[in-house]
């Protein structure tokens, strides 16, 4: 794919890499602007058409913030969104992923990531839980719509008490994953979260990814994670890199499985 890629960029005479200066020379369509100034002009109805305020609502079936129509939310991130590309294709090819199997995200945020899961999934197939009110607000009210993937009929559930009850007595993950989200819930709060979580966990062929690092682990000393895992039936298996399609970066993933039921 990526040599393809490159011979199309060649046919067209067009840079791997264009420098700084010559990109900002570049054509930027027919009516360039900033962010915040797309934002303003929503606001103010300039340069689109629209229907006057009181029939607005008669013609738009989900009106959506302007915040989020200018995409202010893929800024959130520290990073470029292309990012959750990466992060789904290495989490998809390292657990063999197929379209029938159940994903949990803890911590979805804007659906960075989860939008990828989600297109390539069965309908329902995806759970989330995510506490942060804006990211939700992102996630329902413009990704899944703009996307195209109501229809997929994801199961977003906002909370930040590792409360998966709502997701069902029943339900069992063949790939459960938390990228970052980690880092910023107390220890306590996530061994509490992985003892919820082990018994939902398919056992030998499902797995558990986590992002970074797993302070909520080492920090304990070896021993004591290692007896803990085992307390809730889990072990670990590895530490991962994997490397960004688009951008200099790469990220650190730690894989852990329950090997028996």
């Known amino acids: 794919d990526v040599a393809w890629l490159k011979a199309q960029l060649a046919s067209n005479s067009l840079a791997l890499l264009a420098s700084a200066d010559a990109w900002h020379e570049l054509r930027k369509g027919i009516n360039p602007r900033t962010r915040e100034r797309q934002l303003f002009d929503l606001n103010r109805h300039h340069g689109i058409s629209h229907y006057p ?12 913030p302007g915040e989020l129509l200018v995409e202010e939310h893929h800024s959130n991130y520290g990073e470029p969104w ?29 659906l960075r990531v989860g939008l990828h899961f989600i297109r390539f999934l069965n309908a329902g197939r995806f759970h989330c839980l995510e506490q942060d009110e804006l990211s939700l607000m992102a996630a329902l009210r413009y990704e899944l719509p703009s996307q195209g993937l109501l229809y997929k009929r994801p199961m977003i559930v906002r909370g930040g008490d590792m409360d998966f009850s709502k997701f069902g007595d029943t339900v069992m993950y063949d790939l459960i994953y938390s990228s970052a989200a980690f880092l910023h819930i107390p220890r306590d709060l996530v061994w509490a979260g992985l003892e919820r979580l082990a018994g939902k966990l398919r ?15 080492t920090r304990l000393g070896g021993d004591e994670c290692t007896r803990r895992l085992t307390e809730l039936g889990l072990e670990y298996v590895g530490k991962h890199t994997h490397d960004s399609l688009l951008f200099n970066h790469y990220e650190i993933w730690f894989e852990f499985r329950r090997p028996k039921v």
């Open 53 to 64: 305020e009181e029939e607005a609502t008669n013609h738009t079936a989900l009106p959506c």
């Open 203 to 217: 056992p030998q062929t499902g797995r558990i990814f986590v992002s970074h690092n797993i302070k909520f682990c």
């Open 82 to 110: 292309a990012g959750g590309r990466d992060v789904f294709e290495f989490l998809a090819n390292t657990s063999a992923l197929a379209p029938r199997d159940q994903v949990l995200e803890i911590g979805c945020g804007t």
